[in-house]
Each structure stands twice: as C-alpha cells, then as structure tokens.
C-alpha cells in the first residue's frame, strides 16, 4: 500500500512540475512574440523607482533657469510644418520671444491672445528631427512669484508628403 502512495505522490510532483514548466515558456513565448518584449522595460528594481514617470511626450518642455525650451523625445522625418499652441496664466506670465536656433525657420504666431499663443513653424528646408533635439527657445517673464503652468497642446508636424501626425503634448510648472 505503501508503495502505490509514494508512486502517486512522485507522479503528481512531476506532472506539477511540467506543468510550471510549460506555463514559464507560454508566458516567455507571449513576452516575445506579442508584446515584442516591451514588458522588461516596465520592470522596476526598487520601490523607489515605482514611482518615477519613464514616459515623456513627444514634444516637451524644459526650464534651463533662464528660458523655456522645447525639445522632442522621437525622432520625426521630413517635417515640412510644426504646429503647437502654448497655454499659461497671462495675469503673471508674458511671453517675450520664441525663436529656434537649431532648426531654420519661420515661426508665425497665428494666434496672439492673452495667455494662448497658436505657432505655425515652417521650416526652410525638409528637415528630420531627432530625438532630445531643441526646437523652440521661448522667453518668458514672470510678474510675481508664485508657481505657474505652461502647456503645449494641441501639437502636430506635417512630412514631406503633406500629411500631418498628431504629437503628444506636456507642460511645465516654473
């Protein structure tokens, strides 16, 4: 009797040990080869970093001390045209000047309300955007201080065949 129970029980440890087996590689199969192996990516090693944003827009802003950037986190090709509109409180922010120096163009400011500046960037030539690459220089003044927003919204680039992409945006508090 005593015999048939060890046979049992060493039959149902290997049966449960294929079966873990099986689940790891349908589980690994399913990493890579659905999700192209994107879910290391949101692994995190400590508890601290669970709490860190790894996403960043495609268009965003950075505060350099002195003035307001605006920079791309993916790369675009053969952009023709940028468009973006920047939102802020305009009781204490003016803005002075947006230039580009890193991208030949002409910067129209379609729209030139109190606190909502609508910019249409035509570049001089098809140029390709990079990745981390500054697009805009933007001169602000602040009135008091106190902490304040700026936003982009509503931002897209046309290619070299004319049709437009739509961007994700962000913002910064300065």
Do not use: C, H
């Not at 991208?103 to 570049?123: A, D, R, Y």
Request: overall charge negative.
């Amino acid at each position: 009797m005593k015999d048939i129970i060890g046979k049992y029980k060493k039959r149902t440890l290997i049966n449960n040990l294929g079966i873990l087996a099986a689940s790891l590689v349908i589980a690994i199969w399913v990493n890579f080869f659905v999700l192209d192996g994107q879910v290391w990516s949101y692994v995190k090693t400590s508890v601290l970093e669970a709490g860190e944003k790894s996403n960043i827009a495609n268009i965003y802003l950075s505060n350099d001390g002195e003035n307001i950037k605006v920079f791309s986190s993916k790369n675009m090709n053969g952009v023709n045209e940028l468009s973006l509109s920047l939102v802020y409180n305009p009781e204490n922010i003016t803005v002075w000047k947006i230039y580009s120096t890193t991208l030949p163009s002409k910067i129209t400011n379609i729209s030139n309300e109190e606190g909502l500046n609508t910019l249409l960037i035509q570049l001089d030539n098809q140029s390709d955007i990079s990745s981390g690459q500054e697009i805009l220089t933007i001169v602000t003044q602040k009135w008091q201080e106190r902490t304040e927003n700026l936003n982009i919204i509503n931002a897209n680039f046309t290619d070299s065949s004319w049709e437009k992409y739509l961007l994700s945006t962000s913002g910064i508090i300065f």
